[in-house]
């Protein structure tokens, strides 16, 4: 069996006719990200190694909602959160609240292995990147003008939402201060089996757009938005008041589990029968070398290949 | 219509050599806490409102670590956090990194109701607080001179290993010179502090609820978040059971431990206390925990992997059952 890489740039509704000049960057991002994950697993890199490479590329790239490029909360301000999981130990790490530090994902890595500790936040998630050494910029780096018209636009309609709204439009003001219906993308993410069956989760965020500040997402919890164990790794994206009740990442692998199902079948299910439409999707991988990426909302960035050279970038259902 | 069930619990893992006046003051308050859900399910009070009602209880009183009497930072602070879930429904609210809210508990269920979100953490979740003009005191107020002492230790333990030293702050009556090498979190289990408190609870509609709060890891970094936050972790409830786990937090995550009661139960067919032995046994590890567990038929149980847990349980039928240990 071969190694196995998924990755997405966040689920949501995506608009069919969303215009080339903000589809084109993205997608041409995902394949030369994917590139890179795959370059790593060929080169025989472990898959902790290749999801934090692959997810600090994500983060880097200001045109998905993760590090660069990172929603803004009601007060105009970044806080990023990220979270790693190493299928065979379990071991984890994860950090929220995050505001000057380049790559969260590297952080929530330091975390896992540094500390005694699993979730570091705010003020003492910021003190251990500079206790590390790790990459610190001014905030501003992360801050991009898209973001800040997202932000302007969801407070004019009042509500939160991910990042993928289509432009507001008075004549059809809703009413809802709740995250619903509404959704966009939001979160980065990649999963990855080698050939050896080890596997590896890693997602990174900047939440909701006009989110309260302080607000924490399914992102950085374990078993909603990132999980991994033996027999599965999963990063899931979408609505994150939704993900972390239907604890999805930890419920696909649980289906796996105990009632046998194979990947692509307990990913569906968990998707499309069990999450409410329109809030969740996800990449996930096997220890068998599987791969599946379903989502129940209009589309999803997601790229994916396996060693037998079969590669998929795409945004929409196929 | 089904019996209704409470249980409570006050941290699992205590020291052996706790003075019994200790044993004996905690057995009482987790009776009163008992009693207090009691009163409340005979009144018909949702699982809801009767697991905040308790855990805010355990809150205010100073012997458990949580609200008033939880574990301190590095720096000598406390951050306090709590979730808390609604079964029908699966609603849910948590708060982290807490050092002004009287009783958290309340704050994470103003979050599940009050809020578009399911988390707020820190200077986010202070205003929060504000905004829904909850009780609020200085920081101070939650710090107890015994954990000042405990801090103290601890600090001293995680520079020397294997030194267990025996308790001074509040354990006057202990004089024994005991070499246990019991330890949970990297500290030895005098320094290591009664955990976490939970209710869960399932009303006589069979719903099912659970709610748990905490001060966290003696001596932990600033800004550590534990288990007792995460849905699915230290908390859960759904409409099969409600959970509530306390223990080593990081284990806890790793295994998922609350949601993986409710999965058993139903991907696997398992019954309550076969769902709870399950996770104690496989899913922990090496960690050390506890789960105290409601079914939505009317059943309690418990469990834990370490030396002791404080707990009460009972069910409407008059079963009533307040421990410490095995």
């Known amino acids: ?188 993410g990649c999963v990855a089996v080698d050939s050896l069956g080890n596997l590896a989760a890693a997602t990174s965020t900047g939440g909701l757009v006009n989110k309260m500040v302080g607000r924490i997402g399914d992102t950085p919890i374990i078993g909603a938005g990132t999980y991994a164990n033996k027999f599965c790794a999963i990063s899931a994206t979408g609505i994150g008041e939704a993900i972390i009740r239907e604890t999805v990442a930890r419920d696909v692998a649980a289906v796996m589990e105990y009632k046998g199902l194979g990947l692509k079948e307990a990913a569906d299910y968990i998707v499309h029968q069990v999450s409410p439409k329109g809030t969740t999707g996800l990449v996930a991988v096997s220890s068998t070398g599987e791969v599946a990426m379903p989502f129940n909302t209009t589309g999803m960035f997601r790229a994916c290949a396996t060693e037998d050279g079969f590669t998929e970038v795409a945004t929409w259902a196929i | 219509m089904v019996g209704w069930a409470i249980a409570v619990h006050g941290g699992a893992g205590v020291d052996p050599n706790l003075p019994t006046d200790r044993q004996e003051q905690a057995k009482l308050l987790l009776t009163r806490c008992l009693n207090l859900g009691i009163s409340a399910l005979r009144s018909s009070a949702s699982a809801i409102d009767v697991v905040e009602l308790v855990v805010r209880e355990l809150e205010t009183d100073p012997i458990f670590n949580s609200g008033r009497g939880s574990a301190l930072t590095e720096n000598g602070t406390v951050e306090m956090e709590a979730s808390i879930m609604d079964g029908s429904g699966r609603k849910c609210g948590a708060v982290s990194g807490l050092t002004s809210v009287k009783n958290p508990v309340s704050l994470a269920r103003l979050v599940m109701d009050k809020s578009p979100h399911s988390y707020l953490a820190f200077s986010g979740a202070e205003n929060f607080a504000k905004q829904m003009g909850v009780e609020r005191m200085e920081n101070d107020y939650f710090i107890t001179e015994d954990n000042v002492g405990m801090l103290k230790q601890a600090k001293e333990a995680n520079s020397i290993l294997f030194d267990y030293r025996i308790p001074t702050s509040g354990y006057e009556s202990c004089g024994v010179g005991v070499e246990s090498p019991i330890t949970m979190n990297g500290l030895p289990i005098s320094v290591y502090a009664p955990e976490t408190v939970g209710c869960v609870v399932v009303d006589s509609q069979g719903r099912c609820a659970a709610a748990t709060s905490t001060g966290g890891l003696m001596n932990k970094k600033v800004g550590r978040i534990g288990d007792s936050p995460l849905i699915g972790a230290g908390t859960y409830a759904c409409d099969v059971c409600g959970v509530s786990c306390t223990g080593e937090g990081e284990a806890i995550i790793r295994g998922t431990v609350a949601r993986e009661v409710a999965a058993v139960m139903e991907y696997k067919g398992l019954g309550l206390q076969a769902a709870v032995d399950f996770v104690i046994k496989e899913r922990l590890d090496d960690g050390k925990a506890g789960v105290i567990a409601v079914s939505e038929k009317g059943e309690v149980a418990y469990g834990f992997n370490c030396v002791g847990m404080f707990r009460g349980c009972a069910t409407e039928d008059g079963f009533m059952e307040v421990g410490i240990w095995e």
């Open chain 1, 1 to 188: 069996m071969g190694w196995a890489i998924a990755l997405h740039g966040g689920a949501g509704a995506i608009p069919v006719d969303l215009p080339p000049e903000r589809l084109e960057p993205r997608e041409a991002a995902l394949r030369r990200i994917l590139q890179i994950g795959v370059s790593a697993l060929n080169a025989r890199c472990s898959p902790l190694d290749v999801v934090e490479l692959v997810v600090r590329e994500l983060e880097n790239c200001p045109h998905f909602n993760a590090g660069k490029g990172s929603v803004l909360t009601t007060n105009g301000t970044v806080e990023m959160e990220a979270c790693i999981m190493d299928g065979n130990s379990k071991r984890c790490g994860a950090v929220s609240g995050v505001s000057t530090v380049v790559n969260p994902i590297s952080l929530a890595r330091q975390v896992m292995e540094k500390t005694p500790h699993i979730y570091l936040a705010f003020d003492g998630a910021e003190a251990f990147a500079r206790e590390q050494g790790l990459e610190t910029i001014d905030e501003s780096h992360f801050i991009t003008t898209e973001n800040i018209e997202r932000l302007k636009q969801a407070k004019e309609a009042n509500r939160v939402q991910q990042d993928y709204t289509p432009p507001f439009k008075p004549e059809d003001k809703k009413e809802t201060p709740v995250p619903d219906g509404d959704s966009k993308l939001g979160t980065v």
